[in-house]
């Protein structure tokens, strides 16, 4: 039974492109989260969504939209994909808001911009 | 603000021991460590909450000065599968968990 579920695990697109990435938890959380990790490890927060709603919403370009059908789901959507956009985004899931709980990751989705 | 981690690589010997540092120039309210395998997704090792704590986990321990400005991961007796690059993060605002930059940890035979 996997826990933090993303689909796809690879993307490979052109310059210019709309991409949507799908994340599913089963694990009942309330809290979904967007990471973006770069070439250099780097791992960054993009968004929270607590029971559908919006927490966290850092300095991304408005290009990225989230969006949470449900508690159990938050996708990522990508207008006009860039060069830079290039990089590997995990959705993760925790039992509530409360940033001192465990996060559970999915297994990442590996975004190439052409 | 991000915590910073040193070193920023480790290369041992299995059975050898490691430290990984962790720390910021204001006090944290909390320290998380995750482990990240190539190819593979983050994994929580641990949360450490209050100065002075210790927690141990197997042959991985952490630790968390009275200050709460610094963390230390400590493995030991390193094993192959200790292998990867391990991130300790620190929570701001209460909502969100800021991670340091990673200690890539190479375990040889």
């Known amino acids: 039974d996997t826990a933090v579920s993303q689909t796809p695990k690879y993307l490979v697109t052109q310059m210019g492109n709309d991409k949507s990435i799908k994340c599913e938890q089963n694990?009942?959380?309330?809290?979904m989260y967007w990471y973006k990790q770069d070439s250099k490890k780097f791992l960054k927060i993009m968004f929270s969504?607590?029971?559908?709603?919006?927490?966290i919403n850092e300095t991304v370009p408005n290009r990225f939209s989230p969006k949470s059908p449900d508690k159990a789901h938050l996708n990522l959507h990508i207008n006009s994909l860039e060069l830079g956009d290039s990089a590997v985004y995990f959705c993760?899931?925790?039992?509530?808001?409360?940033?001192?709980?465990?996060?559970?990751f999915g297994p990442g989705t590996r975004l190439t911009v052409l | 603000q991000q915590p910073v981690q040193s070193p920023q690589a480790v290369i041992l010997r299995e059975g050898e021991d490691a430290v990984i540092n962790c720390s910021s120039s204001?006090?944290?309210?909390?320290v998380h460590w995750y482990r990240q395998k190539h190819g593979e997704a983050p994994v929580f090792l641990m949360i450490?909450?209050?100065?002075?704590e210790q927690k141990g986990h197997d042959k991985i321990s952490a630790s968390f000065n009275e200050k709460k400005q610094q963390s230390s991961l400590y493995l030991t007796a390193s094993q192959l599968s200790y292998s990867g690059t391990y991130f300790c993060g620190s929570v701001q605002g209460a909502q969100k968990l800021v991670f340091g930059q990673g200690t890539r940890l190479t375990i040889n035979p």
């Open positions: 694990l009942g959380h309330d809290t």
């Open positions: 450490l909450l209050k100065g002075g």
């Open positions: 993760a899931s925790s039992q509530d808001l409360s940033a001192y709980n465990e996060q559970f």
């Open positions: 204001k006090a944290l309210y909390s």
């Open positions: 969504y607590n029971n559908k709603e919006l927490i």
